[in-house]
């Protein structure tokens, strides 16, 4: 029997839908507002309104490339929290009026436990027990997922998230926004021979507001010595920036591996797509016999392929639902 479930992401700047058949993926649209670059940052009320404009389009579109009709759906699966309020009550108030007027259930997706959960939308899978480091601008995790539905997280940034030092340290270069892919390209062409102070934590916690201050004022001693420095050493100065970012990033991993006596390692959320991150853990895994599981890049940034995995694995253990339920910009759940 073909179950047909529609997933729609909305937290940020990106519009998402994406149709399910059962627990395959037949179709996945996501529309990115790439008029927040001129702003140097996405702001709330312009990514809002562009959600407005596009979640119908996009929505049809996604059900068009699936050759499924609405009244074939059979539930709706959308990101309640956490995000941006305005982009959030875009997308929830449009999933919740839908499955409303076709009498099928709305099922509310945590938008963290949906990055973890992209790792179970194609093969090859993990095997729980597994340690999950999610990884994006506002969120850096090390979760022990155990199951579906049991996750533990026992290390968490203590400030910034590790994509927000990406994005303000490549702004501090005089890149334009979004800066952390710009610093991956970057790194590429260059080594990484500068050092920059990074925060030591006891235990398996996260810093990254002293390495973004020591960024800052390494940039300033230099220029004042040579107005052209950042011009002749940006390749450089990325991959410096790129290396102690992913190291502070692996190091941890390594240390929860082995305090929890786990051997598989996967990795979640926008900043998974980094190359450098991705290379690292790559070499740390075969070095050390783990088994690694990284998304495809489409999967690693917010996309409705994810919500859509997430709200069919609920769906099928029979997690109730709820019509009453609104949009959380600061969701508190088991993440």
């Known amino acids: 029997m073909s179950d047909f479930l529609l997933a729609i992401e909305s937290s940020c700047d990106d519009t998402g839908a994406a149709v399910f058949c059962n627990d395959e993926l037949v179709s996945n649209v996501v529309f990115s507002q790439i008029i927040h670059e001129q702003y140097g940052g996405v702001v709330p009320e312009v990514a809002s309104r562009r ?19 609405k009244s074939q759906l059979k539930a709706i699966a959308c990101t309640r929290g956490p995000g941006l309020m305005g982009s959030l009550l875009v997308g929830y108030t449009f999933a919740k009026a839908l499955a409303f007027a076709l009498d099928i259930p709305l099922i ?53 998230a590790a994509g927000e030092a990406f994005d303000k340290t490549g702004k501090l270069l005089g890149l334009p926004y979004p800066a952390g892919p710009l610093v991956d390209r970057e790194a590429s062409n260059g080594s990484a021979i500068f050092e920059f102070s990074t925060a030591k934590i006891d235990g398996l916690d996260f810093s990254f507001s002293g390495f973004k201050t020591s960024v800052l004022y ?68 075969n070095e050390r016999n783990l088994e690694l599981f990284i998304p495809k890049i489409s999967y690693c940034t917010d996309n409705a392929a994810m919500i859509g995995i997430a709200g069919y694995l609920e769906w099928k253990r029979g997690c109730p639902f709820s019509y009453e339920l609104a949009p959380d910009p600061r969701l508190k759940s088991m993440l």
């Open 218 to 285: 390494f940039l300033r001693d230099q220029i004042r010595q040579n107005e052209n420095f950042v011009a002749e050493n940006l390749s450089d100065i990325c991959a410096s920036i790129q290396h102690n970012i992913v190291e502070a990033l692996v190091s941890k991993c390594l240390l929860a591996l082995e305090e929890f006596s786990l051997s598989t390692l996967a990795v979640a959320g926008g900043v998974s797509a980094n190359s450098g991150l991705r290379r690292q853990l790559r070499n740390v895994a």
């Open 108 to 160: 509310s997706i945590d938008h963290m436990k949906a990055h973890i959960m992209a790792h179970f939308i194609e093969e090859p899978k993990p095997a729980f027990p597994f340690l999950c480091l999610t990884v994006s601008g506002g969120h850096t995790q090390l979760v022990i997922v155990r199951d579906y539905d049991h996750f533990e997280v026992v290390g968490s940034t203590l400030d910034d």
């Open 51 to 69: 959600h407005l404009q596009a979640i119908l389009p996009v929505v049809n579109k996604a059900l068009s490339q699936a050759g499924v009709d």
